[in-house]
Structure formats: C-alpha cells, structure tokens
C-alpha cells in the first residue's frame, strides 16, 4: 500500500490556528512539491490535486515523495482573498521570506525552507481571465538549473509557454517571486496558470495532472501509464504584453479562439458607463491572443486580454 501522510508547518510559535499543510503520498527521495493557494483566491489548483491523487492513489508503488501544499497561504484562502489579512501583502511577492519579517514573510520563509529540501517544485496558479494551459519560465538560476526548468516543462507539455523577460519594466515584478528565489537557490521549478477555477474545464485539469505525471516519470518517482511526450516536441513560447481597459463599463469578449491575430483584429466591445456607449476593442498589435478576460464590469486601467510576443527558448 502507497504510504500517505499529512504533517503541519507551524509558522510561527504560539501560531497554532495558521498552519500550512503538507499532504505526502510516497516516501525517500526523490522528491518534488506541489503547491497551491500562494494566492488565496485561486481554487482552481485545488480541483487538479485532487485530480492528481485520485490518479496516485491506484499505482502499486511510488518510488520518491510527491509532496502537495493544497493551502500555501492559510490566512488568504481562508477569507478568499488573494493576500492575507493580517499584513496585506503579496505571498509570491517577498521572495524568499523573512523569519523576523512581517506575517506573510514569515509564511514565505517557511515555504522556502521546505521547497528547497526538495528535488523539483510546481507552483499552480491561476490567471483572472481565460486562458490555456500555460507553465511559466522565469528564466532564473544557473545554467545546470534552467536546463532541468525547460527539460521539465518540455515533459509537462504545457498549451504554451509564457517566458519572463526579467530586465523589462513590466516583468521586473517577478524577479521578486518565491519561484525565482527557489531557483536562485537552486532548485529548478516552474509555475502553471491556469484559467481560473470559475471557468476552468474538466479537460485543462486533466491536461495539468498528467503533465505532472509526466514530471513525476521523468524523475523516476512513477512508471507513468499516460504516454511521455517527446523531449524536442515544439511548444509555443511568449513574452507577454497585457492590454488594459481605457474605458470604464461593460466589457463583452467576442474573440476567443488562442492563437495568432492581426493588428486590429476585432476582439470585443465595451459599453461605457454611465454613458453606455458601444466602444469596440481591437488588437493593438499581432501577436498570440494568450488570454482574455470573461464577460464583466471592468475598470479603466484593468486588464482585458493578452498578447504573446514569439520567443526562441522553445523552439
């Protein structure tokens, strides 16, 4: 029988209420992590894990530890919020934590202590909008590092690849992330966003799962049932530019198919309050459409889809 347990990370002492759990399946080495929840409100990771374990649960043997945080954030979950109460700070955003720090960096010290003991880590996150099934390279650490990061990736076989360009204005946020301080520390990881858990479909959580069975044979910890892909398969890899709302109203998608688009492709309409006036959104620049968001109220200055700019890593 599969050995399984669960064990708790106190964050602090006297803190007996908000701990994080680790539920393992497996024991020894090798060993990878899985967390979810680093942002309160994304769930979406949630319903992949226990995908992946009902998965787990049927093999005769597992020779390695799978170790999955369903809870990275406790006191964000708890109140579905993307940041917790307590500080109001961004979990994924402090790095590599700070023992002496505010509550989140205390969370995110803990965090990074346990990951680092690990061979591998995937973080499961999720996008506000629709989008496929993208692993993100942060294109951090040493060369043997990222060279196990894009062998991982390759065999997880995500939709498409969303590269960061960490020297650039708007992806110079991420140099601050749990997953490049992993991978500074040595550690090769690698993040999945998915579409939120509100519209993500039965296929895309499937399609996560066995990627990280995938992972899971190419580390030796399983014989995976499900085919391996092809290390030198083609993956579609982008730099990302988000395009933001100029009007504040009701933003209705007609464009929703992931793939190239022209220059001025129609991609939906805005109706502006309170002078509901019909404004149509068109491309600003040709590129991959990566995601879009679903039919609401938006906000001047609020994202409203992507465009992917082709990178070379991947190809």
């Known amino acids: 029988m599969i050995n399984q347990k669960l064990k708790w990370i106190k ?12 539920y393992s399946i497996g024991c020894g080495q090798p060993s990878i992590a899985l967390t979810c929840s680093v942002h309160g409100d994304e769930r979406a990771s949630l319903f992949i894990i226990n995908n992946l374990i009902n998965k787990l649960k049927i093999l005769n043997s597992i020779d390695g530890t799978v170790n999955i945080i369903p809870t990275a954030n406790p006191s964000a979950q708890y109140i579905n919020n993307r940041v917790s109460f307590v500080d109001q700070k961004d979990l994924n955003r402090v790095g590599k934590g700070n023992v ?55 065999t997880f076989s995500p939709d498409i690849v969303w590269v960061i360009k960490a020297n650039t204005s708007t992806d110079s946020i991420y140099n601050s992330t749990l997953d490049s301080a992993i991978a500074k ?91 509901f006036e019909t404004i149509d959104i068109k491309s600003k620049a040709e590129g991959y459409l990566m995601n879009y968001r679903k039919r609401q109220f938006v906000s001047i200055g609020e994202s409203i889809y992507s465009i992917g700019e082709s990178a070379e890593i991947f190809r």
């Open 100 to 154: 002496s720090g505010s509550y989140t960096e205390k969370v995110g010290a803990k965090l990074f202590d346990f990951l680092t003991n690990c061979d591998l880590v995937i973080n499961l996150h999720e996008f506000g909008m629709c989008s496929p099934v993208t692993a993100v390279y942060m294109n951090v650490g040493d060369e043997t590092v990222k060279r196990k990061i894009i062998d991982s990736i390759l």
């Open 185 to 275: 520390a040595g550690i090769p990881n690698f993040p999945v966003e998915t579409s939120s858990s509100y519209y993500i479909s039965d296929s895309d959580i499937d399609k996560v799962s066995n990627g990280i069975i995938n992972v899971l044979n190419l580390m030796g910890i399983i014989e995976s049932p499900i085919k391996k892909q092809k290390e030198k398969q083609r993956i579609l890899s982008f730099y990302r530019k988000q395009v933001f709302s100029d009007y504040t109203g009701i933003w209705e998608p007609e464009f929703c198919n992931f793939q190239f688009i022209n220059k001025n492709t129609y991609i939906g309409k805005i109706t502006t309050i309170p002078e």
């Open 11 to 22: 964050i602090a002492p006297g803190n007996n209420s908000l701990m994080i759990p680790v």
